[in-house]
């Protein structure tokens, strides 16, 4: 609060019922809830921000993750497939030595997955922001409805 702000509730006095009365104009009371639910607002949204901004970084970690999976397992089945197909048939028929590559290549590409489901996992929503969000709204629905009432 600035000392102006501090000034405009110095009008403000107790009544006979012991409750708060402002004298002030209720043009000037909503003005000033006006410009300070704006600059909460602005607060607020400046760390949203922030929190957002390492969410998506944690994010795109992860993303870098299964594309790597997905590129080794594009690399793997070109390179190795037709190497150890063609070894492996020296021992097996042509046919049941490329499948067997094939379920294991599968399991290298899973492994990939797994880690960067893990990774993601490890994102989180902003829930601090969004907590006191959830907490100025309510305050000043409340501050507004007693403004009301008086």
């Not at 600035?2 to 000037?28: E, L, V």
């Not at 902003?126 to 009301?148: C, H, N, Q, W, Y």
């Amino acid at each position: 609060m600035t000392a102006t702000d501090t000034r405009s509730w110095a009008s403000s006095t107790p009544g006979s019922d012991g409750r708060i009365h402002d004298t002030r104009p209720t043009k000037a009371v909503f003005s000033w809830a006006s410009n300070s639910t704006k600059r909460l607002v602005q607060q607020d949204v400046a760390m949203v921000k922030s929190e957002v901004k390492e969410s998506v970084a944690a994010g795109v970690r992860s993303g870098i993750f299964f594309s790597g999976g997905g590129l080794m397992a594009i690399l793997a089945l070109q390179a190795l497939v037709l190497a150890a197909g063609f070894a492996l048939a020296t021992v097996v028929s042509v046919g049941l030595a490329f499948a067997i590559l094939g379920v294991f290549f599968l399991f290298v590409t899973a492994a990939f997955i797994l880690i960067g489901r893990r990774k993601l996992a490890q994102v989180k929503a902003p829930t601090d922001s969004i907590s006191m969000l959830k907490d100025d709204v309510a305050t000043a629905t409340r501050a507004f409805k007693e403004g009301l009432r008086q």
